[in-house]
């Protein structure tokens, strides 16, 4: 008897170590392949990311890039760095402070004809909301045009 | 995390938590500091400034562009508006500057003339030049992020220094001796 | 003045914590028995004081009283009085206050009511409480004071993040922070007992009530913030696995398995030192949580203006507290004598699978939302989102809810699956329905077919532990469960539709066309501008019909706030019994022939607010069980009191007969 409930707690034991360190393991291999890489166009033009891949990507809107299309709710615009383009289409409902010469990160995926598709835009830049990756995005700035 | 029963679980198990917590700090201070490096040296410090021209964004002053800051002498370039309030906690510490000698020019960041001729006239005018960046483009390209940022610009016009946040008085001496130390 | 003297209460309640510790520490050593009798009235004037010092705070707020700093920066006297109010914790410093006043008004409850364990476990926890606010308190006065005050006084204030101007996220932080904070109170049971080696059901029964408090605060704060992220952001999605929900998210997940270990603990004294763990990690879940929003170290949405040196605060201040609890458990647990045994079929063997399963989810998340930092420790930058989140914690979610069809239904210490098996019919032939509907109704992804099924099997199941029993009989703690368990279903449910069976459209739109969503025919009528407190907006004015019936209006708004200056699209919904009309404004489009077109998003999301309506039920379920306890409680007091009465009457009697006896 005694034998038994002590058996059976070393199974309980065991289930519960399995199912936790199953899940630390589970956790590592799906962020391997889960997780949506930040890149700038420089890096997204030298080594594209898969095209079902979720990626970000970060940048500068190009001046006088941005075209609206003619349904009236996607927008074709390039996020530039300075060294590298990217054409970007997005549709929906654009955020304030989405305009040329601001910065941009995009959330989406590169298609196979090297249009990034965005899903969404973060382009806020007041003092109260940095996107982490816009802080030091230094090769950005540089590239923007100055007020001549 | 491990499990009940610490009659079976062997010992070293209930340092496992703590051990996953060491871990844990240690992480995130890698992550503290890091950011830290990044935030407070732009990249721009060392580079001239980029070319710009700025209107005029007061009446009382003229408007601001690169050339202004090739003089020889070391100037200081602060970000500010009127809308911005740590900038009015700043604005004596900046008079007192400008008592000792130092020449401040500045760029408004999206301001509006009437706000800001009210702001100039009642936390006063320590500034030589206003020029006005209404999107925030200068502000960019210079590596500035938030209002208020004060640069210390030599006399060729390179970035030495970027202050984030507003100038505190006991601050007032480690700007003088910047600005001497970019002559 | 007013300022000054909110800082000088707050010195004074840090003083007494302080003396809290050092009482009541001094109290467990032999020879200091004397400290033992100050300990709980300084607590309680200790958590006064904090309060006070809110609510001078907030005055300041509504007076908008621009010398202090921190009403400059974050109020402005246009602002409506509601969010003038809300301002106050709509920041950092205000934040932290409410923080410390939380912590110090629980404690004081606990010092005031709390009489079931013996007293050196009683001292042992408030000490505990004493040394954790005491960090807090410091934090605030060396590195967020929040009554500095600003020369010269700004003519006017900077104004609130629009964003956060917004009845319901005016009173969401406090909801959460009393269930963060109030998990600080099981934290410190947890301490007292692995100091005094007291764990057992005594030490679970005196926790619970507290845990299951602070897990209803957060219940609903969770469900509160998620329909404001969801209406608000004007995105459609109701949770994003942003950092700030995460961290809402991974101290809820721990106080759902406190709670149910607790239940063992309190009924069958098994899960000793695993409790404890629980009521250590259930707190700190809520520091990690607030210092990885806090610090900056993680950016979000929903984050207030960030300062790095803050964080190496917080981050030490977290060192020393889990830290130290968690070294102290390392020595002490060992210690902690084995429980009684169960078998794996049994009420415990539930229990223990669904706290594996919580433990693996909030696994799931923290290694998640910490993964961006370890990258970017290596050179890249990622970030995770819900591609990771739910299939992974879905893996562990699902197996916990079918273990929930009957886990309730089983026997304490021994069961036999067969006699549960029978009554599991009904369920499993729910589930099969609702499966078969769902397939039928072209749902083909696993997990939206999954939630469909288990959904409206859990309702039915949750019910069953009633089956036999007078329904108004039944205990108030078994109605609190089976509720709760329901909700988790409904919210299932709600959740598995929105992925299911969401339809969305995205067009350009002339004032007078007429666009299809659904079931839905919506006109867009006009489109005004509109003028607000401290707001101008374009509204966009919709008539819409559900299926060919009565038209309703719908006005969703493009606002421009003008301090401090920013833009955000306002939402418009209309719900119904069977879901939920969404619908946007965005930016108006003119095309070359000079035509204006306004860009509207509209989404049909049947069944969607069950989301919302299961998380409330939940709570409410939590509610019952929490009365319940409180009501047992207060009758063994009164039990006791009145035999305490009666003993003192006999005593009486016995003395005037005794006297009589002299007189005669």
Redesign the interface.
Known sequence: MAVR??H??????G???V??I???L???W??RS?????YVPADMAANPPESDR?V?LGGMVERGSMK?A????TVNFIVSDGKARIPVRF????P??F?E???VVAEGKLGRDGIFVAD?LLAK????????????M?QA??A?E??? | MSKDNPAKAPRWALWLPLALFAGFVALVVVGLVKPKNTDIASQMVGKPLPAFTLRAAADERPGLATADFQTGKPQLLNIFASWCIPCRAEAPVLEELRRQGVTINAIAIRDHKADLAAFLGQYGNPYARIGADDVSAVQLAIGSSGVPETFVIDGKGVIRYQHIGDIRPEQIPDILRLLKEAQ | MLPEIGLGLLWLAAALAGLQLLAGGLSLSANGGGMAGIVRPVAIVQGILAAAALGILIWLFVQTDLSVKLVAENSHSAKPLMYKIAGTWGNHEGSMLLWVTVMGLGGAFVAAVERRLPEPTMMATLAGQAFVSLGFYAFLLFASNPFARLYPAPEDGNGLNPLLQDPGLAFHPPTLYLGYVGLSIAFSFAIGALITRQVGPDFARAMRPWVLGAWIFLTVGITAGSYWAYYVLGWGGWWFWDPVENASLMPWLAATALLHSCSVLAARNALRAWTVMLGVVAFSMSMVGTFLVRSGILTSVHAFAVDPRRGGFILALLAIYIGGALLLFALRAATVTEGERFAIISREGALVFNNVMLSSILGITLIGTLYPLFTEAMGTKVSVGPPYFTPVSAMFAVPMFVVLLFGPMLRWRRDKFSRVSGVLALPLVVALIAGGWAFGAGVRHVLPLLGLALGPALVVASVLPLRGRSVLRAPLSLWGMVIAHAGIGVALFGMASDSAFTVEKLVAAKVGEVQQVGPWSIRLAEVAPIAGPNWTAMEGVLKARYDGGAEVTLRPQSRTFWAPLQTNAVSALKGRWNGQLYTVLGDETVSDKGESRWQLRLWWKPYVPLIWIGGLLVALGGGLALLSRVAQDLKRRLARAKGGHRRDEVAALVKTDAAKGDAA
């Open positions: 409930a002590k059976q707690r070393l199974v309980l034991l289930i519960a170590l199912a936790l199953g899940a630390g589970l956790a590592t799906a962020l889960q997780a949506s890489y930040f979720a970000r609206n003619p349904d009236g709710v549709a929906g409902i654009r304030a402070l305009v010469g601001s910065g969404n830049h007041d003092e109260k909301y940095v996107p982490r990756e816009m802080k030091d230094q700035r540089k923007i100055n007020t001549k």
